[in-house]
C-alpha cells in the first residue's frame, strides 16, 4: 500500500515540472518572436505610411507651384504678344513710338542738306520703320533752339525745321518708307526739350523727332 502511495505522490511532484518544462518550449518561443516582429512590422508599415502622405504632399505642393509659374509664363507672351517691340534708341509713346536725333549728327549748322555720316543712322531708323513698325504712319518733325536766323538764307527757325524735317522725309522716301505714310512738319524754336538758358539746353532743342503712330490713333 505504501508503495502505491509513493507511487502517486511522485506522480503529483511530476506535475510543476513538466509546467516548468512548459514555458520553455520551442513553439511558445517562436510565437513570442513572431508577435514581436509582428509589432516591428506594423511601426514601420505606420512609419512608412506617413512618410508617404508627406511625400504626396510635398509633391502637390510642387505641382500648384509649377502650374503657376506656367501661368505666369503664358500671361508674359501674352502680354508681349500685345505690345510691339521697341527698336534701339525709339521711346514708347501712346500709339507707337519716338526716336530722337540730334540736329549736329544729321546737319551742319543753319542747313538743311544731310551729312554724309548722318545716313548711316537713318538706315537704322529706316530698317525700323520697315520691319517694327510697317503698320505705322511715320511723322517728321523738325525742331530748333531760339536763336535767331541771320546768315543761313531761311526765313526764319520755322522755315528751317521744316525743311529738316522735309529732308529726312524725302530720305525715307528713297529707302522704300511708302509716301502715304509719310508726314514733314517744322516747329521752330517753340517746342523746346529744355529752356533756352544755356548752349547745353539748346544744343538738346536743336533735333529731329521721327514718330511711328499707329493710323487708328490719331
Not at 502622405?53 to 507672351?77: H, Y
Not at 545716313?119 to 531760339?146: C, E, N
Request: proline fraction near 4%; charge should be neutral.
Amino acid at each position: 500500500m505504501w508503495r502505491g502511495r509513493l507511487t502517486g505522490w511522485a506522480a503529483l511532484l511530476c506535475i510543476p515540472v513538466i509546467l516548468a518544462s512548459g514555458c520553455n518550449d520551442p513553439k511558445d518561443q517562436e510565437i513570442a518572436a513572431l508577435r514581436d516582429e509582428n509589432a516591428r512590422l506594423a511601426e514601420e508599415l505606420s512609419s512608412a505610411r506617413l512618410a508617404a502622405d508627406a511625400n504626396l504632399e510635398d509633391a502637390e505642393t510642387a505641382r500648384q507651384r509649377l502650374e503657376g509659374a506656367q501661368r505666369e509664363i503664358e500671361d508674359l507672351r501674352a502680354l508681349a504678344a500685345r505690345e510691339p517691340s521697341v527698336g534701339e534708341g525709339w521711346q514708347e509713346v501712346p500709339g507707337g513710338a519716338r526716336i530722337s536725333l540730334a540736329s549736329g549728327i544729321l546737319f551742319d549748322s543753319g542747313k538743311a542738306t544731310l551729312k554724309d555720316s548722318a545716313k548711316g543712322t537713318l538706315d537704322r531708323v529706316a530698317t525700323d520703320i520697315q520691319t517694327t513698325y510697317s503698320d505705322k504712319d511715320i511723322f517728321v518733325f523738325g525742331h530748333t533752339d531760339d536763336t535767331p536766323i541771320r546768315k543761313s538764307g531761311w526765313k526764319d527757325n520755322f522755315e528751317l525745321s521744316a525743311q529738316r524735317a522735309l529732308t529726312i522725309v524725302r530720305y525715307l522716301q528713297s529707302k522704300g518708307v511708302a509716301s502715304t505714310r509719310l508726314v514733314a512738319a517744322g516747329c521752330g524754336e517753340f517746342r523746346p526739350e529744355a529752356p533756352n538758358t544755356s548752349n547745353a539746353n539748346r544744343a538738346k532743342n536743336r533735333r529731329v523727332e521721327i514718330f511711328a503712330i499707329s493710323p487708328h490713333s490719331r
